[in-house]
């Protein structure tokens, strides 16, 4: 029996000062029987030294992957430009039919390549693959859902519509996947879409699912479940609650842009406005 042909895939495992013999998602794709097959590109998003580690380290694993390569500059860059970067030639210079993203805290089942190679087959490369993408503590679904948003007032209904739902197509009218565990094919990236690089972390997500919506009626839910640390269900400090808070007003300045019927200078004051009382309220708190 002749040896059946995979598809020439390549994942990016994006780190932020974090060892590669610590990140849950490379230990975990390490477990998975077809990972010598794939091309792994770690980007590392921290400091000079932690990227020569890095590197030093990837040197044990060289002969799990069928190419593994550490890239980073020092510098912490904004994800989509990273993520667009690193695509582009993933595609256009290394010929993969699909690409798929990982943050470091994304746990894969041991069989996550096999189903992912094999809906890949089974749609031709013409749609997004997404998979179900649960939290680690509570186990909630958190990606892929439907959420409307009311730009005005930074609030979403979100939806449970995918819970328990079989997988295979779903149109993509509201849908929202995290980023982590998308599954980007070359005829997907061949229209032109991109991460959107205005955005520097908050929203990117967001803005590509929106993307994606505007040229195509359907994705395909992956029967692939992964396991993500969330933000929600983790102990953080006072500054990284901040930073956050920061992010995403930045975010939802540009929706107001993009998104609202609003002039921008209006969108801006009142963001501006509200990021003022907001600073005011934690300090309040902060004396209290």
């Known amino acids: 029996m002749s040896e059946v042909t995979l598809p020439n895939v390549t994942l990016l495992i994006l780190l932020y000062q974090k060892q590669l013999d610590t990140c849950s998602t490379f230990l975990s794709l390490l477990k998975n029987p077809l990972a010598s097959q794939v091309n792994v590109v770690i980007w590392d998003n921290g400091s000079l030294a932690q990227l020569h580690e890095n590197r030093l380290m990837a040197e044990h694993y060289q002969h799990d992957f069928a190419s593994l390569l550490v890239q980073g500059n020092g510098q912490n860059m904004p994800l989509s430009k990273v993520y667009n970067q690193v695509f582009e030639q993933a595609f256009q210079q290394n010929g993969a039919e699909l690409v798929v993203l990982l943050d470091h805290d994304t746990e894969l089942p041991s069989d996550y390549l096999q189903i992912f190679i094999d809906e890949y087959q089974q749609t031709a490369g013409e749609l997004l693959l997404v998979p179900q993408v649960r939290s680690k503590m509570q186990k909630l679904l958190v990606s892929p859902r439907r959420q409307e948003a009311y730009y005005l007032f930074r609030r ?22 995290v980023a982590s565990g998308l599954g980007i094919t070359a005829k997907v990236w061949q229209t032109g879409l991109r991460f959107e690089e205005t955005l520097q972390f908050y929203g990117i997500d967001t803005e590509f699912c929106a993307d994606y919506a505007s040229k195509f009626s359907h994705f395909f839910l992956s029967n692939a479940v992964l396991s993500h640390d969330i933000s929600e269900e983790a102990t953080e400090s006072s500054e990284v609650k901040m930073w956050r808070f920061e992010q995403h007003m930045d975010y939802w300045r540009f929706q107001l842009k993009k998104h609202a019927p609003y002039p921008s200078w209006c969108t801006a004051a009142f963001v501006a406005c509200y990021r003022r009382l907001y600073r005011l309220k934690v300090r309040l708190q902060a004396h209290d």
């Open 156 to 177: 979403y209904h979100l939806s449970c519509d995918f819970e328990g739902v079989s997988a295979g197509m779903q149109n993509t009218n509201q849908f929202f996947a």
